[in-house]
């Protein structure tokens, strides 16, 4: 009789941590449901792919400007942009140039030497001298100045690109590339 005891005790003690588990598991499943559908995000539009019904974006409260979030919508969807209504098709992907200045640049490294060089490099010279004059002998600091300063007269130099950025559907930034690691750093 003890046995059948032990073991009843045993089963019973088995069917209680096999109910625990189905819990878990199901507070589990509701907090993944929550947490997938959430009831308002916000950022730069990187992809849209309307076939999964799917944005991916990045940023958005906060310091997140390196986070990316995919996002589901469907026909319950309600879009506002900037705290007014608006319709879905107002949305597009982000436009984004980089102006990229990369590590070791001849053309900044020639104009820094200020000797003549074969082929067009010196015919750049112009061009790049501010940001030597802005950043001196050091080659990373001027290559990081030029693409700075090259990023802001392009966002200067055409009024359709400019009302672009004024109405937020274009941003032009300065970008950094280190050809030894392969990470482009954004300047600005």
């Known amino acids: ?27 589990s499943n509701d907090e993944k449901t929550t947490a997938a559908k959430e009831s308002r995000w916000q950022g730069h539009i990187v992809r849209v792919d309307k076939k999964d019904s799917r944005l991916v ?10 986070i990316e979030r995919q996002v589901y919508y469907d026909s319950s969807t309600e879009w506002t942009k ?26 900044v490294k020639a104009s820094i030497e200020a ?8 015919a750049l010279y112009p ?20 693409a700075k300063i090259q990023a802001g007269l392009l966002r200067q130099s055409s ?9 937020k559907r274009l941003k032009i930034v300065a970008g950094y590339y280190d050809l030894a690691t392969g990470k482009v750093s954004i300047l600005d």
């Open 115 to 122: 000797k003549a060089v074969p082929g067009q490099i010196s």
């Open 127 to 146: 061009y790049i001298r501010p940001a030597v004059d802005q950043a001196g002998s050091d080659l990373e600091a001027a290559i990081k100045a030029n």
């Open 57 to 66: 974006i990045r940023g958005g409260q906060g310091n997140m400007e390196s």
């Open 159 to 167: 009024p359709v690109l400019a009302e672009e950025i004024k109405q």
């Open 1 to 27: 009789m003890r046995l059948s005891a032990k073991v009843a005790t045993l089963a019973l003690m088995g069917c209680l941590c096999v109910v625990g588990v189905l819990a878990s598991a199901a507070n």
């Open 82 to 107: 900037q705290g007014k209504p608006a319709e879905q098709s107002e949305f597009k992907e982000g436009s984004f140039v980089i102006v990229l200045g990369h590590a070791s640049c001849g053309a």
